[in-house]
Structure formats: structure tokens, C-alpha cells
């Protein structure tokens, strides 16, 4: 037998196989696996082979080299056993009764009656047991049990022992490795030595082919003339041979590998004699229809009006047909485009924050600091930029007030904050490309008449119809190549817009061109890619079982990096580069802080500023005075204060070297005039 063969032989041929001294039949029969009754080599069956052969040599002088097989050992056994129970049963009642006979039976066995002793010696024999030449004899419930069974392999010049098998036990190397193990039935290969098969192969065959009346599966291959990477077509001129690749045939194959049996097939082009494609992918799968084809390999689309006449397998790749466009750069290089890191409400917040800063440290150093003091414009313009310079930390003013202080320096950490997130912002827009598609969804295409391109002799024709694209606007592309070459026109200039196809060539197209086009939304759905079996094929079950486990297992991986090629260095459509604006969202908490210590520094002044000058409010000198007018009498206190009148802070220190004799000092007329307004009555009720 030849490699990739398996025969199984049960007792009987082991038997005679391994009595065999005929050269021809040994050499015929490498690698056959059987299976045999065990018979133990013990003293008394040595001496047994030597009387009966000196016997037979005395009966049959012309026959050389006879042998005793197992069936004859046994059937001695069984004698043995029946002279045991004749002997044990006994000989008194060995008599025959008559049996009621028939007139319509045809033999005479009936005639010969029923022994008297039956029962008895049945009883004696059930009971005997005894050490034979072919091991433990014994009966249970009436059934002779079987020793250990051998299993061997034709090898060489002889048989080959592999292991063992009994009933109850399984698979064991040794019987002495039977005996020791636990009550679990075994039937694990290891249990084995190795076995060699035929053609002197340690592989498992097989077994069995398909078709078993030897012929090979014809199998059909497209010649893609889009792209060559997923099944390719190359001739050899010299000796006229077409070799089949690609990386639907290499799935095919693996899966092909991976079937229980072996398919023995070949690979018959669709093409014409000129080279060229003999029809479209339709009139190929119905080729197997006509059943001119055993089988389609290649890069067959899963789509309900071919499953009317065959049947396909599970698919192996992605499904749908998808779309791809331009992407260009989005780059704003207008002359407002500083504008853009923040969007108009971050804008607006940190306006006012800026203003609502100033008028804090105003409010807070307005009292001890010169530098907010003087006239009215010169104290605005001072708190709006004080607050403004923090921006570029150009402030020049000091900060006395500790509550100013805090203000300040947490203001600071926010626009410190705000600063660098703008600047890197504005860097990302200057200086990184934005990459957006040209074209956002199918509508726009439609309602602005453009060009858009599909495969040629591709079932995506019939889609872009059926999704109202005119047929005017339709143009075909044959290679990746002729795709780019349009796209770079333009659809003004004899071009196109777009391009429709399936999922796994728009993946391959860009891992290609990936600086240049994206994949978008949406895609169309349909079945894969699947190979091609006529309908009700056995084949199609086994095939989608291994084209399983081919796309679950590392082969896959494999088979993508060879014809493929590695796609990590492509950016996906979903996650081209982008810069969004910055918004109120990313800072509303450094906001908040700052918020709340100014709004707290505030209180806490205010509260002070009231306690020292309470008796303005508590004045119970005039009934008739509003609280309205006690709080513009607080206002105008707060105005007037100079920097020794500063609540909740030590005076400067009396030095009359820094006193300025200029320097503006309230007299007694103007506190009388503010009393007045706060008790407009007061001469009269004294």
C-alpha cells in the first residue's frame, strides 16, 4: 500500500497474516494495523508446539513449517474444558430420550435425541475454569470471556505489537501497565507506541478520498483582474502550466488541510484561450451548476441569487461593500485661526472672568494699596490690567491683601492652565494635518451628480443602480492602479468621486494609498466571501467546519501577513487625525475654584468692613433712615478709604520720614456731612 492508505484487519486475516511466510504477501501488507487474541508465551505451551509438531511431522511428512494459529489452541482448550465437565458431571446417565419428531422436518437431527445428562454437564462446564495454552479459561453467565486482545502492525519482515486491549480496561502499552491502572476505561492514543503506517509515514492517514471513484474535484478560479493579491493566475511559457495562488486559495488550501480525509482536486482557470476571463463571477458559479466544475475557489461573493443553484460555505473574510473617497487636509489657514483652539463660550467665560478677577483685587487692595487708588478712571483701568497682564504674567502692581493674595495666585494656576491648552491647541491646528473625506454620505454624491467607480464584472453594479445612481455616472475601474489614476482626475475632469466595493478590496486599496483615501458609512451588507459547491454537496458541511477553524486559529494570521501585507502603519477612517476646540467643559472646575475663593474673599471682606463700621447701620439717632441709605453711606465710606483705613489690616507704622505732607487727610466737616446723610435730621431732634 502506498502512503496516505489505511487497511484495519480484525482477527481472523491478523491471524493468518501473522502465520505467514510468504515474502510477497509480508511486503504487500506494510503498514497494516490489526488486531489479534493475546496468547501468553508460557513453558507448557513451548512444549505443546513441540509434541504437535513432532506429531504432525510423523502424520504429514510432506508439509514443512506447519504452525499452530490461535484457533487451534483454543479449540484444544475447549476440549480440555469438556473433559473436565464430562468428568465432573459423571458418566451414570449417559442415555438419550426420543425428541417428539416432526413429519414435516426435512433432516434427521432430531433423530438423535436429548442426552439425559445435559444439564448437568452444561452446570459442570459453566463452572470449570482452568489455566490454557491461551491463557485464564472461564465462563461468565454462560460466556466464555476473552483474554487481553494485541494490537500490531505489519512492519519489515513481521508483525509489530503497538499495545493492548481488553474489554474492560482499554488501551494499555503493557499488560502490566493494565493491571496497575484504576477501573477508568482508557482510550487515549498515547496509551500506544507509535505506529508506522504505510509508506513508512509516523502521520495519521486520512483514510478515505473524495470522490471515491478516484476522480479529482474540478475546481473553478475566477481570474481577478482587480485585485491579484486574493487569487492570482501565473503561466509559464515554457511549459504552458498555470499556477493558482492568492490568499483565497491559500485559505482553501489550509481549510482543505484541515478535513478529516483526504480531497485530491485541481485548479482549471476561467478564462479563455487568450488568457483573458471567460464571463463574470455569475456565469462561473453556474458553471458548477451546469456541473462543469466540481467546485469555485477564488474570491466569490455570498449573495442570495447565486445560492438559487449552489451551495456556498460559511464565509472567510468581512462582508458588505463599502465606499472610499479623497481625504484632504482641513487645515483653517485663515487669518482668524487663532480664533479656533477655544470655542466661543470658553471665549466669553474667560472674558468675564477676567473682568470679575480685576474688580475682586480691586475691591480687596482699594483700601491699603496705591496702586488702586486715585481717580475713578485711573483705578479702572488699573484692576483691568492688572487682571488682564496675569495673562502673559506681566503684572506690575503688589498685592498686600492676604485674601488678594489667594485670589491671585489661584487666578494665576488657572491661566497657566488655559494658556499652555490654548497654545498646544493652536500648534496642533498650525502644524498637524486634518484629514477629512471629501465626501461625507451616498446623498451628497447623488444630489451633486458626481462620477463614483466599481469593479468591473462585479455584482456591485447592480447596487449603485438600485441606490438611484444614473447609469451616465457610472465608470468602471479593472486594477487598483486604474481606481487612483481616477481618483486623481477628479470627477470634473474625467474621474471620479467615489468607489463601491467589497469590504476586504476597500481594505487592501487603502492599506495601499493610505495618506490619500478613507473608508466611510455606510457599508452595505452581504455575505463574504465563500468557496462554491454544488447543491446538497457533502463536502459543504465539512468545508465551513474547517474554514472555521482556519480564520479562529494563528493559520490565519498567517495567510493575511503573506498576501496582504500588515495594516498597522494605515490609520482606520474612525480614527483619522483630528483637533476639536477646547470648550468650558474641559476647565468648568478650575473655573469654579477660582470662583468660589474670589466670591469667599469677598464675603470675608465685606464682613469685616461692615463689623468696624457697624455703627453706621445701628445709628438709632434718626427712626426715619432707610437701610438703603445706610448702605450707600457704607459705599461712600468704602470710596473715601485710604490705606490707613484698611479693615482687617495693621496700619502702616508711624513714620514720619514716609508720611507724604500732601497726602489727603479727612477733616471734621466731611464726617459731618456723612452723618448727616445718614441722620438728615439730627440738629433738630438735639
Excluded at 160 to 181: Q, V
Aim: charged share 20%.
Amino acid at each position: 500500500m502506498s502512503k496516505g492508505y489505511v487497511w484495519i484487519m480484525t482477527d481472523g486475516p491478523t491471524v493468518g497474516l501473522s502465520t505467514s511466510s510468504v515474502p510477497s504477501v509480508i511486503d504487500s501488507m506494510q503498514g497494516v494495523l490489526g488486531i489479534k487474541p493475546y496468547i501468553p508465551k508460557t513453558t507448557e505451551l513451548g512444549n505443546f508446539r513441540l509434541r504437535w509438531k513432532r506429531k504432525f511431522q510423523q502424520d504429514k511428512a510432506d508439509i514443512v513449517d506447519a504452525e499452530l494459529n490461535i484457533y487451534a489452541l483454543q479449540a484444544y482448550d475447549a476440549t480440555v474444558a469438556l473433559a473436565n465437565a464430562i468428568e465432573k458431571a459423571g458418566t451414570t446417565n449417559l442415555g438419550f430420550r426420543q425428541a417428539n419428531v416432526s413429519n414435516t422436518s426435512v433432516t434427521d437431527l432430531e433423530n438423535l435425541g436429548i442426552s439425559q445428562n445435559g444439564p448437568n454437564l452444561l452446570r459442570a462446564l459453566s463452572n470449570t475454569s482452568f489455566e490454557g495454552l491461551t491463557g485464564d479459561f472461564f465462563f461468565i453467565n454462560g460466556q466464555l470471556q476473552p483474554s487481553a486482545f494485541e494490537i500490531v502492525t505489519m512492519n519489515g519482515s513481521g508483525e509489530r505489537r503497538i499495545g493492548f486491549w481488553k474489554p474492560r480496561k482499554g488501551l494499555a502499552k503493557t499488560l502490566n501497565s493494565i493491571a496497575n491502572t484504576p477501573s477508568t476505561y482508557c482510550t487515549s492514543k498515547s496509551s500506544l507506541a507509535p505506529v508506522i503506517w504505510a509508506g513508512d509515514s509516523t502521520s495519521i492517514p486520512k483514510g478515505w478520498e473524495i470522490p471515491t471513484n478516484g476522480k479529482k474535484l474540478r475546481i473553478g478560479v475566477p481570474r481577478s483582474t482587480n485585485f491579484g493579491h486574493f487569487v492570482k493566475l501565473t503561466t509559464d511559457l515554457n511549459s504552458n502550466m498555470t499556477t493558482v495562488t492568492g490568499y483565497c486559495i491559500a485559505i482553501f488550501e489550509a481549510a482543505v488541510d484541515a478535513l478529516p480525509y483526504a480531497i485530491t482536486y485541481e485548479y482549471i482557470p476561467f478564462v479563455k484561450p487568450d488568457g483573458k476571463s471567460a464571463g463574470t463571477y455569475n456565469d462561473l458559479v453556474y458553471q458548477v451548476y451546469l456541473k462543469s466544475y466540481d467546485a469555485v475557489v477564488g474570491d466569490t461573493t455570498i449573495i442570495a441569487n447565486r445560492s438559487k443553484y449552489i451551495d456556498f460555505t460559511l464565509p472567510y473574510t468581512e462582508s458588505g461593500v463599502s465606499m472610499i473617497v479623497p481625504i484632504k487636509d482641513s487645515r483653517n489657514k485663515n487669518a482668524w485661526v487663532f480664533l479656533k483652539p477655544l470655542t466661543w463660550d470658553l471665549w466669553v467665560t474667560s472674558f468675564c472672568f477676567f473682568v470679575f478677577i480685576g474688580f475682586v483685587v480691586w475691591v480687596l487692595e482699594h483700601g491699603i494699596n496705591e496702586d488702586f487708588q486715585g481717580p475713578p478712571s485711573h483705578q479702572i483701568g488699573t484692576s483691568f490690567w492688572f487682571s488682564f497682564s496675569t495673562m502673559v504674567f506681566a503684572h506690575r502692581e503688589r498685592v498686600t491683601s492676604n485674601l488678594a493674595r489667594i485670589v491671585v495666585t489661584i487666578w494665576c494656576f488657572v491661566v497657566l492652565i488655559l494658556t499652555q491648552s490654548y497654545t498646544a491647541s493652536l500648534s496642533s491646528l498650525l502644524t498637524i494635518q486634518q484629514l477629512q473625506p471629501t465626501v461625507n454620505n451616498v446623498d451628497e454624491l447623488i444630489k451633486k451628480g458626481e462620477f463614483v467607480g466599481y469593479p468591473q464584472i462585479s455584482f456591485v453594479l447592480g447596487i449603485l443602480k438600485n441606490l438611484g445612481f444614473d447609469d451616465s455616472r457610472l465608470m468602471a475601474y479593472s486594477t487598483p492602479e486604474e481606481c487612483d489614476e481616477l481618483f486623481s482626475r477628479g470627477s470634473g475632469n474625467g474621474g471620479i468621486a467615489a468607489a463601491f466595493d467589497e469590504v476586504p478590496y476597500m481594505k487592501f486599496f487603502v492599506s495601499m494609498y493610505c495618506s490619500k483615501y478613507t473608508m466611510i458609512e455606510p457599508t452595505f451588507k452581504t455575505g463574504g466571501f465563500g468557496f462554491v459547491f454544488p447543491k446538497g454537496s457533502p463536502l459543504v458541511a465539512d468545508v465551513s467546519r474547517a474554514v472555521l477553524n482556519v480564520t479562529e486559529g494563528d493559520k490565519m494570521k498567517e495567510i493575511e501577513d503573506a498576501w496582504l501585507g500588515t495594516q498597522s502603519s494605515c490609520q482606520e477612517s474612525s480614527t483619522s487625525i483630528s483637533s476639536n476646540s477646547l470648550s468650558v467643559k474641559s476647565f468648568w472646575g478650575l473655573f469654579l475654584i477660582t470662583g468660589i475663593a474670589s466670591i469667599s474673599a469677598l464675603m470675608i471682606f465685606t464682613t469685616i468692613f461692615v463689623y468696624e463700621h457697624r455703627e453706621v447701620l445701628l445709628q438709632p439717632s434718626d427712626l426715619r433712615a432707610t437701610t438703603w441709605s445706610r448702605v450707600l453711606v457704607l459705599f461712600r465710606i468704602f470710596i473715601q478709604m485710604d490705606f490707613t483705613s484698611r479693615p482687617g489690616d495693621l496700619p502702616p507704622a508711624d513714620n514720619d520720614d514716609d508720611q507724604d505732607p500732601n497726602a489727603q487727610q479727612p477733616d471734621q466737616e466731611e464726617v459731618q456731612n456723612i452723618n448727616k446723610l445718614v441722620v438728615p435730621n439730627q440738629e433738630r431732634s438735639v
